[in-house]
């Protein structure tokens, strides 16, 4: 098994990589897709939009465990006191950057009048949320996780707005919603922590498999199974596991969509039994070693912020370029003054076919590997401090 680059796990890398390359696909379509089309909506959506979105549920669910994974590996020869140290401080840097290189790659403005915690913000609180686990023995870690996933479905009767005044630290731990409106500024929290920093902390378990275990390929295979079998049986049963339970609908093939429509925000039970058992099955198909076919995925996957953060500005740059060469002007791209017109105000018409959303997806991910390819060289060749942190 081809693992070690600089104390990194090369079928960790490879699956982040693929991930991340899935994850532009649903960026593109946030930019360049039909305005108001929601993929999840079983009154309008259609099969291939919805596979479309699907598909990229694989995403977030598999960084957040991979980088609690991340996390129990960089322990390396550093002290526990040191590596929670360097947790605190990457997480802390994921937030900064969420608050201000990630908001204007989204919006192009800095008018601040519409902010989303996003993504990098749940990531830099789990990993601060580690820095503190790590004191704890690894299997005690991993249950607090897998208690988090399991259990925090029981908390979703529990409305922000119930809540008076603490509304937004809900709104922030679980349920989904707005932190802070003002006439000028509206903050909302899109990616609660809970159960998110739950999926970081299985992960940290995770991470032990590739030091200790010698057994990892038959426990990720009868994880992977187990999880997935998991989801079907408890979908079935539609009685726990998540807020919307499936039904028949007008054809087959949407009645097979509803079984699938889980709950991303948070996300479900049953959303991350349905996503972490692909994930567990793959890190098994590929801990033999990378195929030749997938050695870009391992170049992507050894700079991922750096991947995060530039291809959302290319998306958004080609969006700007192609909205000046169909009106004349792009004044559009750069406007989001409230949720509506969020993360731009759509000019009149805009959105391009799915078969056009893939031909710019496909050119946004050929276009980022030279750029990650140097910088994946860079870092093998430079031990640069700062360069841990992007």
Request: glycine share 8%.
């Amino acid at each position: 098994m081809k693992e070690i680059y600089r104390g990194r796990v090369e079928s960790i890398d490879v699956l982040r990589g693929l991930v991340m390359i899935l994850m532009a696909l649903d960026h593109t379509r946030d930019y360049f897709g039909t305005t108001g089309a929601n993929p999840t909506d079983m009154a309008s959506t259609t099969v291939p939009l919805f596979l479309t979105r699907w598909i990229t549920h694989l995403c977030a669910p598999t960084f957040f465990l991979l980088t609690g994974a991340g996390g129990y590996l960089a322990r390396g020869r550093r002290t526990t006191a040191q590596l929670s140290w360097l947790l605190l401080t990457r997480g802390l840097w994921l937030i900064v950057l969420e608050l201000t290189v990630m908001r204007f790659a989204l919006q192009f403005n800095i008018d601040y009048r519409v902010t989303m915690l996003l993504v990098i913000w749940a990531l830099g609180w789990s990993m601060i949320t580690l820095s503190g686990l790590v004191f704890l023995p690894t299997w005690a870690v991993f249950a607090f996780g897998v208690l988090m996933i399991c259990g925090h479905d029981l908390l979703y009767p529990i409305r922000a707005v119930s809540l008076g005044s603490l509304a937004p630290i809900w709104a922030i731990l679980h349920a989904p919603g707005i932190v802070l409106a003002t006439p000028a500024h509206v903050i909302v929290a899109g990616y609660p922590l809970i159960p998110w920093v739950g999926v970081a902390a299985a992960g940290y378990g995770l991470g032990a498999l590739y030091r200790t275990d010698s057994n990892r390929r038959r426990i990720l295979l009868s994880a992977g199974v187990a999880l997935t079998l998991a989801f079907i049986v408890f979908r079935l049963l539609n009685i726990y596991g998540d807020p919307a339970p499936w039904g028949l609908q007008r054809s087959w093939r949407l009645t097979a969509v509803s079984f699938l429509n889980v709950t991303k925000y948070p996300p479900s039970l049953l959303f991350l039994l349905m996503t972490l058992g692909p994930a567990a099955l793959l890190l098994w198909l590929l801990d033999t070693g990378t195929p030749r076919l997938l050695r870009p995925a391992l170049t992507y996957g050894r700079v991922p912020l750096f991947y995060f953060l530039f291809h959302f500005m290319l998306i958004h740059l080609l969006a700007v370029v192609a909205c000046y060469l169909r009106y004349g002007e792009a004044h559009w791209m750069f406007q989001s003054p409230n949720l509506a017109a969020y993360p731009f105000t759509p000019p009149p018409g805009w959105g391009f076919s799915l078969s056009v959303v893939y031909a710019i997806w496909i050119s946004v991910v050929a276009l980022m590997y030279p750029l990650c390819r140097w910088y994946a060289s860079l870092k093998a060749r430079r031990t640069d401090w700062w360069l841990s942190y992007l």
